[in-house]
């Protein structure tokens, strides 16, 4: 009813509004949904078949890359409307995308192809998205499980990523480091050494919070061998502990900290400065994917001068990493399915944009450009593949209302990191009682 | 009048002077950014000055890679129907607040007073919905529609004006035979000139500033706006500062030089007009 | 034509017309997403899905039994504080420039300048102004002698006031040419009349300038209020709530709980109690100004 109303008012309004402006309004000749409707005349027919040159309509992809807009993708717009000459591709960006794609997907009409990071839960898919099995993909992908509910796959990982310590070899040089750390002892002491030789060791970002998601995924992996650590949190009523994959983990970055080997001051720290410092070789490291590795060379460091090692956990000798997803494509389940699909075929076989994103390719059998990961996978790590997220955990994260960047925040600074994994640790029990019944 | 004594007047300048600085002294670095070559901003520490002062290089690049012709075309476009409704609603909607008795004056502005209180960044989901269900996302005229409105500012602003214009001018208009229409548009709105200027300009920044609304509204590439250009040089955790810097410097342009030239109407004074 | 209408009549249609679309405007942008938002208060919407439960009070419940959530409100403090501050700076300054004074269309550019600068390099070009090693602040106080080693975002006892001394550099100057304004609406003959009854400076400032832009105070005052109590922007681009929580914001929480943790039902909810705060937050300071003047 309330909606009829204010509805009925904004019709008037608009209707005001337009007499008003109508003279404005012709710079915009087409109204803002022609697309759409062509695409909903499109869809039915071509439904099982991906591919093939039938394919009609306008496909909107909603990215985040907005520095590729009018670039990068002005390319790959030509290069696919050729190979599909009945479609037209649109690139649109968006800043804070987890926030405004969900507030565009609460409307209900939404772009064709989205991408999809933790935010929304897999039993949620198939209100929104289309099940992407039938793509005929040239090779076996990555993470076909991830962003999957049922066996269905809304999914497909645009780029992995792995994690380990990017670094400076002419920092090590200088500080006289001459072969790269296999054991946490090792890594500590090399550390010092960049201390010594009046290099900050290790540049955290600290302050910016996403800089230590590593802490809180990618270490406890390696020092548990196992991914599914965020998972297990469901089954427990205290999952921080200090002796646990958590506690360990962020003992480390603790570590680093009371020893000095971080920034001067943690709280006031500068990512986009920090990627000059590492080309300059006045910071020594960063724990990050190797996403960051083309960012510090369009920084100005040559390309030979960064290396890339796994980070040793612990002092085994054999070294472990993990291979994550980034982004993943979705395709809207009302919009245009098939010329969707074909395009993020496409994204993932031929438009080069993982080369362009650092990232290593979807497709198994398709090397990887960067120069970097050669040396990385020198050091034989033990890859350890991310596996589907626990909805259970997720639930109970988020009515726990529990940031988990700050949690390391508060461990790294806090006199009695005890205490700190305490206060959570109730806040989890409380919430998983809420949550599990 | 009293000739002004001497402390005061130091007072004055020295004020000025410090607040010259203190404002100054932040903004440094955007303009020593904008002017660095590439291989200046990656080597030189980020404190120092450039090499050359006439390194008009990032300029011409920012413009043409971030598409601000066509950026400042949609704003334009943008910021003009805006305004003049927004001037047209307001200053009529406190003339007839102001100049009548009639029993919903005070809950009107109250109203208009309490809006603001409610927080925005949670009306968003809602405002985006009712914009869509007028088909107006990725349309000029979606984020007008939301500019348009009054806000409380604007109305303390004319209402302030509009009491201190003497109600004689109206009576004498009405003897004449004038229309209330008539005494609006003739009488009133020319004697708001310095309010309206005033408005003008705060509305203009906050609309040429704004980023949360052309973002969600307008993500289409052709429907770019000023602020949103600026974002063509952020990726992923990577921003290209010295592209990002040149480019605010050119868009801090035209608001620079629109506030220095309607800065003689806010001051031109409001009694200076016809009631003398 | 119109005119040749009964007086009453015109005033009928007038105040109609006039008041007919801004108020249409206000209520589909403003009060109903407002209802919308208390509708979503009392439901588990997650922010996207298009069903949703009806929950009762039970949003509100965890509202007012998590102590974390009323906690950030004492951030907020600061923001009042240095409003105020801002205020009073910008009043003095609108005189200043309002005077007769050499330069005075250059410093009243200066001094607007910094609200003309978008918001993200104002948010950049803090964050070196307050860096701790590299920072151009800790610079100048080296210089001068001063201490150097200042973290400034980074201290817990004073992280807020550092946030909010930026809002005072960007605003102070939108706040001056409001009242820049207000002081033109002051007809110049009650200033000729008072000097003439022998008023100095003192006196004119305070039985004629500060009546006629009583109004215009208060409604600023309101806005520094509200903005210190609803403020968001700064902390989330130069802090991010930190260190360890210490500056986050009411706001900051609700749209972390909104697009984060997925629970739009209890951010509206909070929201709904922001509100009721704010109300209430201006009903004192109300009754304070009233009781005093």
């Not at chain 2, 708001?192 to 300009?201: D, M």
């Not at chain 3, 918001?119 to 002698?145: C, H, P, Q």
Request: charged share 20%.
């Amino acid at each position: 009813m309330k909606k009829a109303v204010s509805l009925l008012l904004v019709s008037i309004l608009m209707l005001t509004m337009l007499a008003a402006c109508g003279k404005d309004s012709k710079d915009d000749p087409k109204p803002a949904d022609t697309g759409k409707e062509t695409t909903e005349k499109t869809t039915t027919p071509e439904e099982t078949t991906a591919g093939g040159e039938e394919l009609k309509g306008k496909v909107v992809f909603l990215t985040n890359r907005t520095d590729m807009v009018g670039k990068e993708y002005k390319e790959y717009k030509e290069r696919f409307e050729e190979k599909y000459p009945g479609v037209t591709i649109e690139f649109e960006g968006i800043l804070d995308y987890e926030k405004n794609s969900k507030i565009r997907i609460a409307t209900g009409k939404f772009p064709d192809v989205m991408l999809i990071g933790p935010g929304i839960p897999n039993s949620d898919f198939p209100k929104y998205f289309a099940p992407l099995d039938d793509i005929q993909f040239t090779g076996d992908i990555s993470f076909k499980t991830l962003k999957a509910f049922e066996n269905k796959m809304y999914g497909v990982s645009s780029g992995s990523s792995t994690v380990g310590i990017v670094y400076n070899k002419k920092a090590f040089e200088k500080a006289g480091i001459t072969a790269v750390p296999k054991t946490l002892d090792e890594f500590y002491a090399a550390a010092q050494k960049l201390k010594d030789a009046g290099i900050v060791p290790l540049a955290s970002n600290f302050k910016d919070k996403w800089p230590l998601d590593a802490w809180i995924y990618d270490v406890p992996t390696m020092i548990g061998g196992v991914s599914d650590h965020q998972n297990k949190r469901a089954d427990s009523d205290a999952p921080y502990t200090l002796d646990g994959v958590y506690g360990q983990s962020w003992s480390i970055l603790r570590t680093l900290y009371e020893k000095g080997l971080l920034e001067k001051d943690v709280n006031s720290t500068n990512w986009e400065n920090s990627k000059k410092d590492v080309a300059q070789g006045k910071f020594g490291m960063y724990l990050l994917g190797n996403w960051v590795i083309n960012q510090v060379i369009e920084n100005g460091a040559a390309s030979e001068d960064v290396g890339f090692f796994p980070f040793p956990s612990d002092n085994s000798g054999t070294v472990k990493a993990p291979l994550n997803p980034d982004w993943f494509y979705a395709v809207n389940k009302d919009g245009n399915v098939a010329a969707a699909k074909a395009f993020v075929k496409w994204m993932i076989e031929e438009s080069g944009f993982e080369d362009f994103a650092g990232l290593i390719p979807t497709l198994k059998d398709k090397e990887s450009k960067l120069a970097q990961l050669a040396e990385f996978n020198g050091y034989n790590p033990q890859y350890i593949e991310a596996g589907p997220p626990n909805d259970t955990a997720t639930a109970i994260a988020n009515q726990a209302q529990i940031d988990q960047g700050r949690v390391v925040q508060e461990f790294v600074l806090s006199k009695d990191p005890q205490s700190i994994l305490d206060k959570y640790n109730k806040l989890w029990a409380n919430a998983k009682k809420n949550v599990v019944k | 009048m009293t000739k002004e004594k001497p402390l005061w007047t130091v007072t004055k300048y020295l004020s000025l002077l410090i607040a010259a600085f203190v404002i100054l002294f932040p903004p440094y670095i955007i303009v020593t950014n904008a002017f660095k070559t590439p291989d200046e901003y990656l080597t030189k520490s980020t404190m120092s000055l450039p090499s050359n002062f006439l390194n008009f290089s990032n300029f011409s690049e920012a413009f043409t890679s971030a598409d601000m012709g066509r950026a400042f075309g949609n704003t334009v476009v943008i910021l003009g129907v805006s305004l003049v409704l927004n001037v047209l609603l307001g200053s009529a909607f406190c003339y007839a607040v102001s100049r009548f008795q009639f029993k919903l004056q005070g809950p009107l502005v109250g109203l208009f007073l309490f809006a603001t209180i409610i927080p925005q960044i949670t009306t968003q989901v809602i405002n985006y919905k009712t914009i869509q269900s007028l088909d107006l996302t990725n349309h000029l005229m979606g984020p007008v529609l939301l500019y348009v409105g009054a806000d409380i500012l604007q109305i303390y602003i004319y209402l302030q004006f509009i009491r201190n214009i003497p109600y004689d001018l109206d009576e004498a208009a009405m003897m004449e035979g004038a229309s209330l229409f008539k005494i609006f548009y003739s009488i009133i709105l020319p004697l708001l000139g310095p309010a309206t200027a005033t408005i003008v300009i705060l509305k203009t920044i906050a609309i040429y500033n704004d980023m949360y609304t052309p973002f969600l509204y307008l993500s289409d590439p052709d429907k770019v706006v000023v602020s949103t250009s600026l974002m063509r040089f952020f990726g992923v955790n990577s921003g290209d500062w010295q592209m990002v810097s040149s480019a605010i410097l050119i868009i801090m342009i035209p608001t620079a030089i629109m506030y220095l030239l309607m800065q003689r109407y806010i001051f031109a004074g409001v009694t200076n007009g016809a009631v003398k | 034509m119109l005119s040749r209408l009964p007086f009453g009549t015109q005033k009928k249609i007038i105040i109609i017309s006039f008041v007919a679309l801004p108020l249409l405007l206000l209520l589909t942008f403003s009060y109903y997403p407002a209802l919308e938002l208390i509708r979503l208060s009392f439901t588990n919407w997650d922010g996207m899905s298009p069903d949703k439960d009806w929950i009762g009070f039970r949003n509100y419940e965890e509202v007012f039994s998590n102590p974390e959530i009323f906690g950030v409100f004492k951030h907020n403090v600061a923001y009042f504080v240095v409003g105020i501050v801002q205020n009073i700076v910008a009043i003095y300054f609108a005189i200043v420039l309002n005077g007769k004074l050499k330069g005075r269309y250059f410093f009243r550019l200066l001094l607007f300048l910094p609200y003309i600068l978008n918001g993200v390099a104002v948010a950049y070009t803090f964050g070196y102004v307050f860096d701790t090693t590299n920072g151009s602040l800790n610079f100048l106080l080296g210089k001068l002698g001063l201490g150097s080693e200042t973290s400034w975002l980074g201290t817990e006892s004073f992280v807020n006031y550092t946030l909010a001394s930026i809002g005072f550099w960007r605003f102070m100057g939108f706040n001056m040419v409001i009242y820049l304004a207000a002081l033109q609406s002051i007809p110049s003959d009650l200033y000729e009349a008072a000097s003439i009854d022998g008023a100095n400076n003192w006196q004119k400032f305070r039985f004629i300038t500060l009546p006629n832009i009583y109004k215009i105070i208060e409604l600023n005052l309101f806005l520094t209020v509200t903005g210190a109590l609803e403020v968001f922007d700064l902390p989330f681009v130069l802090t991010n709530g930190g260190p360890a929580g210490a500056s986050e914001t009411f706001v900051m929480k609700i749209i972390e709980t909104a697009f984060q943790f997925n629970n739009y039902g209890l951010a509206s909810a909070m929201s709904v109690v922001l509100l009721i705060s704010v109300v209430l937050v201006l009903s004192i300071q109300r009754y304070f100004l009233k009781g005093r003047g």
